[in-house]
């Protein structure tokens, strides 16, 4: 068939795709209405970033391998797709993330949440902060709080309130190690706009995330709340679990794998086609005519789709900047190592000028990620520093990685399988005037009624961001293709 009709087309099998084909189902299940939908996707399998492999017992995840219970939207998913029971904490006996500073692997002082430390007695006492640091830190409790409007990068931001080693030593890595980012560039609006926000209500960091903390303890004690949820959270069989139970639920007509758009144009009123349609162009020669449509693609693809269509919206889509990682999953006997370190892994800060960004220990950090007696290390290359790094050819990435474990952590058996995994142009970048551009884009969207957007490209990175996405804009494409 050259041509095929829907009422709303979902560009995209990723997470926030799937989410907007998920959210469409569920409105027809409780409406009794079903609203034909059409999702698709260019590669043959559905998933985007999210990727788990298992090879001799060994659970490897090729892109991200938890989500942030702090953000809903993920656990709320896995709750409606009754999968819940597939929901796996962090190991709390392996808790703690090290920083490797002058060659050495320096324990994350406890209670230190991103920024600024939450546990002042504990981070007094720890050694990876200077006595002149630890004082500079200190006048964050009395410096004012800032005034202008001007937006900061987070190098500014963490520079002005806790000064340049905090910055250098904890800062910097942990934040390359969540968004592949350079902090001298990325907008803390569009990043972390709670550290604007603690500024403003507490004026000082520090006294702020401690009363925040305070509050929490104080709600857990008169509650007698217990988490029910660590931090970090995963599925059993990997996070692949998650796209896959999307996809079940689906009907599996309205999903087209392997199956390109290379353009979205605007279908001018007639007799057969109201005005509001829209046109897709497939790379087979095919069309699908949809009324709505939801672009769940990283920005620039959406951006290409639109060219003809909006060059304006097409270059404001073009201007988010993104940068290519690649992830290396090795694993060992445990006698291969001299030592078996107790945490989640570590992040590095620039100033080593290391060739990997950062290590998860996985088989730390959730218990059936390797066989007993194995372990099973994950290490991260590439970022906005060293993009050049995450396209190099498996066996070099292998190597590569081999060779800074080696050095960093005296691991030099051969190890018992190696994966590695290039996600070309795969990490949005949120630099500074990030929210202007979004601002552009919805600008020019009001143009284009029943074109929607979705993904990491625009109001957060995560696995929970995506979600949201993807529901917000199902439910706006709802809303047009009913009105």
């Not at 979600?467 to 439910?475: E, L, N, T, V, W």
Request: one cysteine or more; proline letters at 5%; glycine letters at 8%.
């Amino acid at each position: 068939m050259k041509e095929r009709t829907t009422a709303i087309a979902i560009i995209g099998g990723g997470i926030a795709g799937l989410a907007a084909a998920y959210h469409l189902r569920s409105k027809a299940k409780e409406t009794g209405q079903e609203t034909d939908c059409l999702l698709l996707e260019a590669q043959n399998r559905l998933g985007g970033k999210i990727l788990t492999e298992k090879v001799d017992g060994f659970i490897i995840e090729g892109g991200p391998d938890c989500f942030i219970s702090e953000k809903p939207a993920a656990l709320q998913l896995c709750h409606k797709l009754e999968i819940q029971n597939h929901l796996m904490k962090t190991d709390e006996s392996h808790q703690g993330t090290f920083i490797l500073w002058k060659g050495k692997l320096h324990k994350l002082p406890e209670g230190f949440m991103l920024l600024a430390p939450s546990d002042i007695p504990s981070f007094l006492k720890d050694p990876l902060i200077t006595p002149l640091g630890k004082l500079r830190m200190a006048m964050d409790l009395i410096l004012p709080g800032k005034k202008s409007p001007a937006e900061e990068t987070l190098a500014q931001f963490v520079q002005r309130r806790l000064g340049k080693e905090v910055l250098d030593k904890i800062a910097d890595p942990l934040v390359a190690g969540i968004h592949a980012s350079d902090p001298a560039t990325m907008s803390l609006r569009s990043t972390f706009p709670r550290f604007i926000e603690l500024e403003h209500h507490y004026r000082s960091i520090i006294r702020g995330m401690m009363k925040r903390k305070k509050q929490y303890l104080k709600y857990k004690k008169k509650s007698g709340y217990i988490p029910q949820y660590s931090l970090f959270m995963t599925l059993k069989d990997g996070l692949s679990e998650l796209p896959h139970a999307v996809a079940s639920t689906l009907n599996r007509r309205a999903i087209l794998t392997g199956k390109k758009v290379i353009a979205i144009e605007r279908i001018t009123g007639n007799v057969t086609s109201p005005p509001r349609h829209y046109a897709l162009r497939l790379s087979d020669g095919t069309t699908v005519t949809a009324q709505a449509v939801i672009a769940a693609t990283p920005s620039f693809i959406a951006g290409d789709l639109v060219k003809d269509l909006d060059q304006s919206l097409a270059g404001n889509l073009n201007a988010i900047r993104y940068v290519s990682t690649a992830t290396v999953s090795l694993a060992y006997r445990d006698e291969d190592s001299a030592a078996r370190w107790n945490g989640f892994g570590f992040v590095i800060p620039h100033k080593e000028k290391r060739k990997i960004m950062a290590s998860t220990w996985s088989s730390n950090k959730f218990f059936n990620r390797a066989p007993h007696g194995n372990f099973l290390i994950r290490c991260f290359v590439g970022g906005a520093r060293n993009e050049d790094l995450a396209l190099l050819a498996e066996r070099q990435l292998i190597a590569l990685v081999r060779e800074e474990l080696a050095d960093i952590m005296g691991i030099t058996a051969e190890p018992l399988l190696a994966r590695a995994y290039r996600w070309e142009k795969s990490m949005p970048q949120y630099v500074v005037g990030h929210s202007d551009t979004l601002k552009r884009i919805d600008e020019r969207l009001q143009a284009h009624p029943g074109l929607f957007l979705a993904g990491s490209a625009y109001r957060g990175i995560g696995i929970s961001d995506c979600i949201k996405s993807g529901d917000r804009a199902a439910m706006k494409a709802l809303e047009y293709i009913n009105t």
